[in-house]
């Protein structure tokens, strides 16, 4: 189904709660009237009293939706079959709103003629216009609110979106240019491996091009990409460099590269300046509500200011897509560790 198509459906039955409420609205109002009869001791057709308002209460806003429904339908065809957007204001929604309460009240007389057995008449309906006027005004402010309200939500989603891509793609030249940058070491002093380590880098990066595409991967095929470069760079430090993963078996669901960017990270930052080298340990656990990952670098420890692109571009890409349901921390000492949690779910 065409997305326009299918949006527009979705938004047709969202504001077809109105409808319901203006039922609820009738229903309340019949109440009072009723017990205010009752408190008049009047005889009272308590079915009578209670149907009718619902009659007219229905009717004016079934219509009114419906015109709304098919007047926005219209504008999706010339859309779709001569793409032009044609733009109204609010007093085109109003004359919409109008025709279908006039529809409303019409059928709302016939209605409730014919459920009291009375002839069909349409005299004494100004009383009527004026309230169904009123009501009209009513889902019209509410049906634009609801509307714009919308478009805002849609506009915000697609700036996250947009900042979103923004920061993968920072990403992939980021990696890429840590990756070179050990590459050109072993150049000059081994060939071969320098050799080998280019090959390994273009089977890398064209699983991380493949990632990359997709809001989150499962766990198990970040952990694959993590081994990868690993090992990639294990060309580069040799002994020096050692790594330990512990996972939990359940099916988790996260971003595409956080984990090699915090691998990456400790890599550059722990390892590298180290003469020992160390060893690179990443966990994954379930936890309440969620998974934590932790990435623990052994090679040495935390220098404030020193994590840059890396662990900035992962707090926001964590933060644009969990919001609030999420955390990270990163402290050092004797150690450097990051965490983060996340729920685990998957995001499309």
Not at 214 to 224: F, H, M, N, P
Not at 259 to 267: C, S, V
Request: charged letters at 15%; glycine letters at 8%; aromatic letters at 12%.
């Amino acid at each position: 189904m065409n997305p326009q198509v299918k949006d527009y459906l979705k938004r047709c039955f969202s504001s077809s709660r109105s409808v319901f409420a203006a039922l609820a609205v009738a229903l309340a109002f019949a109440l009072v009237n009723i017990f205010g009869e009752m408190g008049r001791e009047r005889d009272i057709n308590f079915l009578q009293s209670m149907i009718t308002p619902l009659i007219f209460a229905f009717a004016v806003f079934i219509n009114v939706w419906t015109a709304h429904c098919f007047f926005h339908g219209v504008l999706l065809w010339i859309r779709l079959k001569f793409a032009r957007t044609i733009h109204y204001g609010l007093g085109i929604s109003f004359v919409v709103s109008f025709i279908g309460m006039s529809a409303g009240l019409i059928l709302a007389r016939y209605l409730s003629a014919l459920y009291e057995h009375q002839p069909f008449s349409l005299e004494n309906m100004g009383g009527a216009f004026l309230i169904g006027t009123f009501i009209t005004l009513m889902f019209l402010f509410y049906y634009s609110y609801k509307n714009s309200r919308e478009e805002n939500l849609k506009l915000q989603a697609l700036n996250a979106e947009n900042e979103l891509n923004v920061l993968k793609k920072q990403m992939q030249p980021h990696f890429l240019f840590n990756t070179l940058n050990g590459l050109s070491e072993l150049i000059a002093s081994d060939p071969e491996h320098a050799s080998v380590m280019t090959q390994m880098l273009a089977d890398l990066y064209r699983e991380i091009l493949q990632s990359s595409k997709s809001k989150t991967i499962r766990l198990s095929d970040e952990i694959s990409l993590v081994e990868k470069y690993i090992k990639l760079e294990q060309c580069r430090f040799g002994q020096r460099l050692n790594y330990k993963i512990s996972l939990c078996n359940e099916e988790v669901y996260l971003p595409p590269l956080v984990i090699q960017t915090l691998a990456e990270n400790a890599l550059k930052h722990g390892i590298s300046p180290s003469l020992d080298g160390g060893t690179v340990d990443i966990n994954v656990s379930a936890r309440s509500g969620g998974y934590q990952v932790t990435v623990k670098n052994t090679g040495g420890p935390l220098i404030i200011g020193k994590n840059g692109t890396g662990i900035a571009n992962t707090i926001a890409r964590l933060k644009l897509l969990y919001g609030e349901r999420h955390g990270f921390s990163l402290t050092g000492g004797a150690e450097t560790i990051a965490t983060f949690w996340i729920t685990g779910e998957k995001i499309d």
